[in-house]
T-cell receptor, first 117, second 113 residues
Framework: GAVVSQHPSWVICKSGTSVKIECRSL??????MFWYRQFPKQSLMLMAT?????????EQGVEKDKFLINHASLTLSTLTVTSAHPEDSSFYIC?????????????FGEGSRLTVL | AQKVTQAQTEISVVEKEDVTLDCVYE???????LFWYKQPPSGELVFLIR??????QNEISGRYSWNFQKSTSSFNFTITASQVVDSAVYFC??????????FGQGTELSVKP
């Protein structure tokens, strides 16, 4: 079946550095991918919708300059946390679908756990 | 606006008990999709079921069953004869056709031996 892969699975970085997380659709093309963030013991919150070839659409309250999203190809979206701070420590997870939901499926990556020291 | 409510934050049961996790949703869309995911401590989301708004048939898969009732906007999940391995956080989620999910707050299920 279709697979979405994230890399890295976990990352530890120093405060002030930038971290890039990749989300790949391995055997299908995804014009749209979604990025979610999950703080410990909390639910998953949608951060942004990543659109291939155009700007991402951010949810209210998400800083677009801090969380840079690039969807340069039909199989890859990247989330860059710029100038990371300890409060950015979280679990980041992406999802992608191979078609609209009335005919297709939705797949999640394994997630990436970010710890900012 | 879309919203998903899982009123039960934590549930603790003893092995072999049946347990029902509640999910209530709000949406103005006529076409929508409902999901249940399991999230073990490792963090990955394990897909359990997806239902579209036009299919109100209840579903059973092994020890799992789901009750979808549009009249009450509910999509409840029952585990029969629970096992320790069922311990996890369970999320109910709602989506439009585009695939953007709105998650409930999650219910942490603890099954004790």
């Amino acid at each position: 079946g279709a697979v979405v892969s994230q890399h890295p699975s976990w990352v530890i970085c120093k405060s002030g550095t930038s971290v890039k997380i990749e989300c790949r659709s391995l055997d299908f093309q995804a014009t749209t991918m979604f990025w979610y963030r999950q703080f410990p013991k909390q639910s998953l919150m949608l951060m942004a919708t990543s659109n291939e070839g155009s700007k991402a659409t951010y949810e209210q309250g998400v800083e677009k300059d801090k969380f840079l999203i690039n969807h340069a190809s039909l199989t890859l979206s990247t989330l860059t946390v710029t100038s990371a701070h300890p409060e950015d420590s979280s679990f980041y997870i992406c999802s992608a679908g191979d078609r609209p939901l009335y005919t297709g499926e939705l797949f999640f990556g394994e997630g990436s756990r970010l710890t900012v020291l | 606006a879309q919203k998903v409510t899982q009123a039960q934050t934590e549930i603790s049961v003893v092995e072999k008990e049946d347990v029902t996790l509640d999910c209530v949703y709000e949406t103005r869309d006529t076409t929508y999709y409902l999901f249940w995911y399991k999230q073990p401590p490792s963090g990955e989301l394990v897909f359990l079921i997806r239902r579209n708004s036009f299919d109100e048939q209840n579903e059973i898969s092994g020890r799992y069953s789901w009750n979808f009732q549009k009249s009450t906007s509910s999509f409840n999940f029952t585990i029969t004869a629970s096992q320790v391995v069922d311990s996890a956080v369970y999320f109910c989620a709602l989506s439009d056709q585009g695939g953007k999910l709105i998650f409930g707050q999650g219910t942490e299920l603890s099954v004790k031996p």
